[in-house]
C-alpha cells in the first residue's frame, strides 16, 4: 500500500513568518511530487510540482525534495492570512495515479 | 471550456436511489479522474481515462459505482442504489496528458438521506 504522511495540524504561524510543511512518502519509485492548497469547502489547487532532489522556488513557495529520504517540504515566506488553508502533498509513482496525503491544516495569525 | 466543470454541485437523494455525476474536463486534456473526498479526510482514487485506452477502474469501491467517458471528453460517473456511506464530495479532474499535475473542478457534494 503506497502512502503519504502528513501532519494534520493545525500548523499556526503569526503573519509575517516562514511556514514549513512537511510530507513523507512509502514508495521509493515515487518520480514526482505536488503540493495542493484546499480552502474550506472548495476544490484543491495546484500551487507546486517538484521532479528532482533540491529546491524549486515560485515566488513565496519553496518546494524541498530529498528522495533518499523520502522527504517532501514546502515552505511558504511572508505568510498571510489568505494563505490559511490546508495543504494536500500528492505523490505520483511514474504512472498516471496521484497518491494524497490528508493534508495539513495551516493557520496564519494576523 | 476554461476549467473543469461539474454538475450537479450538490446533490441530495434518499438511499438506494441512482445518481449521476457529470464531469466536464478542460478541452484538450487527454487524461481524466474522478476522486472521492469524504468529511474531513483525504482524496482518494476512483477512476482513470487516457484517451481510448481502457479505464483504470481499481479504485471503484462496489459494483455499484461505474464510470464512462464519452467521445474522449465528458464523463459520467453513476452511482447505483446509494447508500449513506457513499456521501462526500466527487471531484472530477483532467491533465493535458498522465505526467501533468491535475486541475480539480468544484466538485459535487452528494448527501445520501
Known amino acids: 500500500q503506497k502512502e503519504v504522511e502528513q501532519n494534520s495540524g493545525p500548523l499556526s504561524v503569526p503573519e509575517g513568518a516562514i511556514a514549513s510543511l512537511n510530507c513523507t512518502y512509502s514508495d521509493r519509485g515515487s518520480q514526482s511530487f505536488f503540493w495542493y492548497r484546499q480552502y474550506s469547502g472548495k476544490s484543491p489547487e495546484l500551487i507546486m510540482f517538484?521532479?528532482?532532489?533540491g529546491d524549486k522556488e515560485d515566488g513565496r513557495f519553496t518546494a524541498q525534495l530529498n528522495k533518499a529520504s523520502q522527504y517532501v517540504s514546502l515552505l511558504i515566506r511572508d505568510s498571510q492570512p489568505s494563505d490559511s488553508a490546508t495543504y494536500l502533498c500528492?505523490?505520483?509513482?511514474?504512472?498516471?495515479?496521484?497518491?494524497f496525503g490528508s493534508g495539513t491544516r495551516l493557520l496564519v495569525r494576523p | 471550456g476554461a476549467g473543469v466543470s461539474q454538475s450537479p454541485s450538490n446533490k441530495v437523494t434518499e438511499k438506494g436511489k441512482d445518481v449521476e455525476l457529470r464531469c466536464d474536463p478542460i478541452?484538450?486534456?487527454?487524461?481524466l479522474y474522478w476522486y472521492r473526498q469524504s468529511l474531513g479526510q483525504g482524496l482518494e482514487f476512483l477512476i482513470y481515462f487516457q484517451g481510448n485506452s481502457a479505464p483504470d477502474k481499481s479504485g471503484l469501491p462496489s459494483d455499484r459505482f461505474s464510470a464512462e467517458r464519452t467521445g474522449g471528453s465528458v464523463s459520467t460517473l453513476t452511482i447505483q442504489r446509494t447508500q449513506q456511506e457513499d456521501s462526500a464530495v466527487y471531484l472530477c479532474?483532467?491533465?493535458?496528458?498522465?505526467?501533468?499535475?491535475?486541475?480539480f473542478g468544484s466538485g459535487t457534494r452528494l448527501t445520501v438521506v
Open positions: 517538484i521532479y528532482s532532489n
Open positions: 479532474a483532467s491533465s493535458r496528458d498522465s505526467k501533468d499535475g491535475y486541475t
Open positions: 478541452s484538450g486534456h487527454t487524461a
Open positions: 500528492a505523490v505520483k509513482d511514474g504512472s498516471y495515479k496521484l497518491i
